[in-house]
């Protein structure tokens, strides 16, 4: 992890032209070999089908479906609410995220493994099974409704399920993991000199979090942080299974626009709009995002 | 620390120096601690629950869903295995997740090694699209493929799948291998070609057995990226062939039953074995 060595070669152009066979540089037409059936899947089951779907957005050679996203006031506040659900999600992830990826980093071994499965489990498990267990826990007779009407906390069941706070929490649980594994590999390559030099220079606790592990986590807050945003702006299956009418959202409008309205037209001018803001961000974060670090500490 | 250093450590407003007094500060400090256990385990309460409380469910003697369960029975385990649809979609998912882990993992490795060790032209380009379907919305990739495969007929199709979900995977791998091949000493291949070992060998015999462990991890994540996939699963899905993702999603939004309990316990049983094998293969390993 820290022993990564530079990759670059120091002078790419001398090595090519004399033809020197080094063990760190497949050769041109090698590299291209390799890289082809990469490259050969990607343009036809990625690139080729999104640009269609965009160029399906402009057909006719017009802007009518745009037109339609910006003049109507549902598909305009339904594509606001995205990015605000996106938003308050990614707080709550980091808000409740953060304490995790601290304790992780700083228990002891054993105890750090316990907290450590509670961040891996839900992980690997996969997001339909755990959006089927928000719907049963959230359901009319479910297990907190139940507990509330017990205890006497409410008179009756409440509708927790099919609304936009349903949406919120779900999404936090599924999201949370994201946010956590980039904090806890900053957190854990953070010296604890650090923290106990401040301390010895006088410093209380607080202080020393706030002035000196809260700015050396920051890399990995920001890359939680984008990695959250930019994967809740897209979600599908949560927001279908426990959101209703009232908490509609990009990606559950364009499931309605293809599955039920058939108005494909429409829906690949919304997916081009949802697209275009997802790219925006990750390239205006595209600093802070670092998908391997986030990755690389899954396993 | 006396009260003249909290003073002076500017941590402390003066008002709350009396609970600088060694007795009132422990027993302060005991309340926060546990103030903030409490929050802590509440959180991971949190993020364990939903994953655990099908477990249960999937053992209730109830046709509906009840929670806390009421009986113990392993009848709906014995449902999901002899319903042809849900043993259909089981058997074409998992076809298709092994496929998908051959070609992920394969096209995945081979570009790992033009990224890390070769002259890739574009190399930045290359490996900005690869990561490419991890970064795009899934919704939107779905509804992509399947205005590319619908008039080609292959919806619902296992080469349709394929292609889809390969796309899906290849970011994990790239990841995975990429990282590994930047830890592996790349002299020694060096050695192996000085020795006259051609490229070829030098990769089965020096290479490949020192990135192995996360060549095997790379295999998982392409597996479950497969398997659980659901998102463009929907979409790509039709009468003739449907994943067990899509038949799941089905389930869940129009008949509740305990059998999804019992296929989720299934689920997340695998996931959990393959992921403690690919954690167990990488913790014995030495790792910096």
Known sequence: MTNSRPQAPPRPLSFW????????????????????PLIAALAIGFLYPVLKLVALSFSGGTLTQYRR???????????LSTIEVALVVTVASLLFGFPVAYL???????????????????LWTSVLIRSYAWVVLLQRNGMINKLLTDTG??????????????VILAMTHVLMPFMILPIYSALRALPTDYVRAARNLGAGPARAFTAVTLPLSLPGIFAGSVMCFVLALGFYITP??????GSMLMATLIGQQTTVLLDWPFAAALSTVLLAVTLLFVLLFRRTLSLSKGLNSVY | MSIDQARLSGSFPAILDVFASPALRAYSTALGLLAAGAAIAAILFFLLLPTLIVIPMSLSETNYIEFPPRGVTLKWYSVYFN?????????????IALATTATATITGTMAALAIVRGFLPFKTAVQALALGPMIVPHIVLGVALYLTFSPLQLTGSFPGFLVAHTVLAIPYVIITVTAALQRFDPTLELAALNCGANRLQAF???????????VAAAAVFAFLASFDE???????????????GRKMFEDIDFNLTPVIAAVSTVLVATSLLLMGAVHLVNARKPRS
Request: glycine share 8%.
């Open chain 1, 153 to 166: 906390a409410t008179d009756g069941p409440l509708k927790l399920i099919y609304t936009q706070g349903a």
């Open chain 2, 230 to 244: 659901a998102t463009v699963a929907f979409f790509i899905s039709d009468v003739g062939g449907k994943s067990i």
């Open chain 1, 17 to 36: 032209k004399s033809g020197f066979s080094s063990a760190r540089f497949y050769s041109l037409p090698t590299s291209i070999a390799l890289a082809a």
């Open chain 2, 83 to 95: 319903d042809p649809d849900w043993m259909a979609a089981t058997w074409f998912s998992l076809k």
């Open chain 2, 204 to 214: 089965f015999l020096i290479v490949l057995p020192n990135i192995a462990p996360g």
């Open chain 1, 240 to 245: 279908a299974l426990v959101g209703g009418p």
């Open chain 1, 69 to 79: 996203i910006v003049t109507e006031p549902l598909h305009l506040s339904v594509l």
């Open chain 1, 104 to 122: 992780m980093a700083r228990l002891r071994k054993g105890l750090a493994m316990i907290v450590a499965a509670c961040v891996f489990i839900p």
